[in-house]
């Protein structure tokens, strides 16, 4: 019946666990729950003001996020700091409308101070009841690898990790030596692979994970053909840690299924959320700060002869060159083939555009930048053409944070590398920082990055 079809899909998107879904629902409606609890507590009247706020704060925190495995400490932080960005969205929502009048303060502190602890609390809760179920003989699920190389060490590790989850290792099988064999694999072989689908019949074994390369094709094959005669789930793990994985993703492309494993975090809706938030607090930010980009661009006209905005030539997304705008902060600027970086003391810089170097406020016109569309509020901050020329050919996977918009402030930033990178190392450090950038993108991370630079501009020692 479907061969008229055009294509296959011969994978699919794992469906959200049970858990994932009680976690997207349970997160919002405890939120409004306990709204609606301290209002009536206070004997506050449930009005249209109170439900549309209701209704804003199941928008924005559906779906909730999965924290029934995380470390109880963890999961409290995480909830924490969703908690106050989301507060903070809502006061400047509040303040935009000039709707924050309308409700009781005595209601509003409340409700901020006790959403938190009832999240985690039952968090806490589920944890709890997931553990139990999972020591009942019928939830657990004994697990075997296959291949007991590095990559099966990782596995085994992982699957002791989830042991309390209802995940049993039960052991590794290997055709190779034990002289070849992980150390932390040798003791636990229970035979070979042909050995492996009678071995998963007689012991119950529900889920096998296939560690081998590529190379070992035909063995995989054999492996598949034999394993079809079981009832286990069978998975393959693809040996991809020697390379660096940014954005990894199963697609399927007309029936092929193909592996990403280089993509930005920036697509689908993904981009458009990232728009979107970099136009509004730009332009929110430019509104506010006008002034000050005014007294601002009349110091530096006073401090020495020469432009205002001064415009560096620098590689943007897809490492397309882009002009990135600057309050000029010294006599003369380097934008050709040799870029010299700023340096503690350096004779060029005004003692104008010291204050403005050491308090980042030079990097204010980048604000326009950004609604240009040629940066963003946050991301890998961008070198200058020259630097990048000569560190691409030094740093492995140099060019890869190229793979998104530059912005004002990044992670490599608020973690202790903002200013002079002075040496290989340094710079190492600052690409490496702006790679995990990429891995772990999302609009919190953003909030908390915008936050700790905030805290930096006001306390940092490390620009000049």
């Known amino acids: 019946m479907f061969e008229e079809r055009s ?49 804003l704060v ?3 925190s559906f779906p909730g996020v999965n924290r029934f495995k995380d470390r109880s400490l963890n999961a409290a932080i995480d909830i924490l700091s969703a908690w ?63 291949g007991a190389g590095p990559l099966g060490a990782k596995v085994l590790e992982s699957l002791k990790a989830r042991s309390s989850f209802g995940q049993d290792f039960v052991g590794f099988f290997e055709d190779r030596s034990p002289d070849r064999l992980h150390p932390d694999a040798r003791e636990h072989v229970k035979g070979r692979f042909e050995d492996l689908a009678e071995w998963v019949r007689r012991h119950g074994v529900r889920d096998v994970y296939i560690t081998l390369p590529l190379t070992s094709q035909p063995r995989i094959v054999n492996l598949l053909a034999s394993l079809q005669d079981t ?9 991809v840690f020697g390379v660096s994985v940014i954005q990894g993703r199963l697609q399927d492309m007309a029936g092929v299924p193909v592996v990403s494993l280089l993509e930005s975090p920036f697509t689908g809706t993904n981009d458009l959320v990232k728009r979107f938030s970099d136009i509004v607090l730009a332009s929110l930010i430019l509104l506010l700060i006008s002034p000050v980009m005014a007294a ?17 030539k620098r590689n943007g997304l897809d490492g397309e060159e882009i002009e990135v705008y600057k309050f000029r902060s010294m006599t003369t600027q380097d934008n050709g083939a040799v870029v ?19 308090t980042s406020l030079d990097e204010l016109p980048q604000l326009i930048n950004v609604l240009q569309g040629r940066m963003s509020i946050v991301g890998p901050r961008p070198h200058a053409v020259a630097h ?44 490496e920082y702006d790679l995990e950038y990429l891995r772990n ?24």
């Open 441 to 464: 993108w999302s609009i919190g991370l953003d909030l908390m990055i915008i936050v700790r630079t905030v805290r930096l501009v006001l306390f940092d020692r490390n620009a000049y």
């Open 84 to 146: 106050i960005a989301l507060l903070g969205i809502l006061v400047l929502c509040g303040y935009a409308t000039d709707s924050l009048k309308f409700f009781e303060w005595r209601v509003l502190a409340w409700w901020a101070g006790l959403t938190p602890v009832v999240q985690w609390i039952a968090v806490r809760a589920g944890k709890e009841m997931l553990r139990r179920l999972a020591l009942r003989p019928e939830y657990r699920r004994p697990a075997v690898v296959v």
């Open 231 to 239: 009832t286990a789930s069978v998975y393959y793990a693809p040996d």
């Open 58 to 60: 199941l928008v924005l």
């Open 340 to 358: 010299k970086q700023a340096t503690r003391g350096d004779a060029r810089i005004t003692p104008f555009g010291a204050f403005i170097r050491k």
């Open 296 to 312: 601002l661009a009349i110091g530096v006209k006073l401090s020495s002869p020469g432009p205002v905005i001064f415009r560096q």
């Open 388 to 431: 990048n020329e000569q560190y691409r050919k030094m740093i492995q996977a140099y060019m890869v944070r190229h793979k998104v918009r530059p912005g004002i402030t990044g992670w490599a930033q608020v973690n202790g590398f903002r200013g002079e990178t002075d040496t290989l190392d340094k710079m190492a450090a600052r690409v």
């Open 7 to 55: 294509h296959r899909q011969l994978f699919l998107g794992a469906p959200p666990s049970v858990t994932s879904f009680i976690a997207a629902v349970m997160e919002p409606l405890l939120t409004v729950l306990c709204y609606l609890a301290v209002s009536s507590v206070f004997d506050e009247p449930v009005e249209r003001p109170a439900l549309t706020l209701c209704m």
